[in-house]
């Protein structure tokens, strides 16, 4: 049973538009969520996080919304930039030890 | 600052081998984990440890076992490999909770066959 999921495994932005990207979750227990970016042959390495408390968080081209009657949010990147084609993961804090629970990914194409 | 350092990147055994993955760290962190990820699915995790001394199972243990040799160090051991574990293992650390954020290693890729 995925408690965090991304439902769209790929997604293809022109280069200079918006690019939206999103996670569901199960659990109204989850208090604090992370967005990673991942590259090719590379770590995953933190882009954006959110606690429960608020509904957006904005951090330069990058902003991550919060709807938690929808246990849905979203991570816009604003404008779209070549160098942001990578995979995408929400995550979210499951437990005071910070193990997280991860969607699958979304691998973003931005198209010049 | 090499941050989060694992090796190998790439290794190839045959069901049954024994193998131990190494990660390191430089950051003077307290907790290391390891994670698994497969085509398709989000990163698992399979042991972490929250300061030198402990370590605690997290979602998929099964055929793993773990040492956190100091506070550098944690290794992950495949004692009998299966072709279910062939999958790349990403290594992680975090210095603080409040910080909230993972370091994490450039990966192994493990074929078992």
């Known amino acids: 049973d995925q408690q965090v999921k991304q439902n769209s495994p790929s997604l293809s932005v022109q280069e200079g538009r918006i690019s939206i990207l999103n996670c569901d979750y199960t659990n109204s227990m989850f208090d604090y969520f992370l967005w990673y970016k991942k590259y090719p042959a590379e770590g995953p390495t933190f882009l954006i996080s959110i606690s429960s408390i608020k509904d957006k968080n904005e951090d330069g081209r990058f902003t991550v919304f919060l709807n938690k009657s929808a246990k849905h949010l979203s991570l816009h990147i604003v404008p779209s930039q070549p160098g942001d084609s990578a995979v995408y993961f929400c995550?979210?804090?499951?437990?005071?030890?910070?193990?997280?629970?991860w969607g699958a990914g979304t691998k973003l194409i931005i198209k010049p | 600052n090499a941050g989060v350092t694992q090796t190998p990147k790439f290794q190839v055994l045959k069901t049954g081998q024994s193998m131990t993955l190494q990660c390191a760290q430089d950051?003077?962190?307290?907790?290391m984990y390891w994670y698994r990820q497969d085509p398709g699915m989000g990163l698992r995790l399979i042991y972490y440890s929250a300061s030198e001394g402990t370590t605690d199972k997290g979602e998929v243990p099964n055929g793993y076992n773990v040492s956190r040799l100091n506070k550098r160090e944690f290794s992950l051991r495949l004692e009998s490999a299966a072709p279910s574990q062939t999958s790349v293992y990403f290594c992680?650390?975090?210095?603080?909770?409040?910080?909230?954020?993972?370091?994490f290693g450039a990966g192994s890729r493990l074929t078992v066959l």
């Open positions: 992680a650390s975090l210095g603080s909770f409040g910080a909230n954020v993972l370091t």
């Open positions: 950051m003077n962190h307290n907790s």
């Open positions: 995550a979210a804090i499951l437990d005071s030890n910070y193990q997280l629970i």
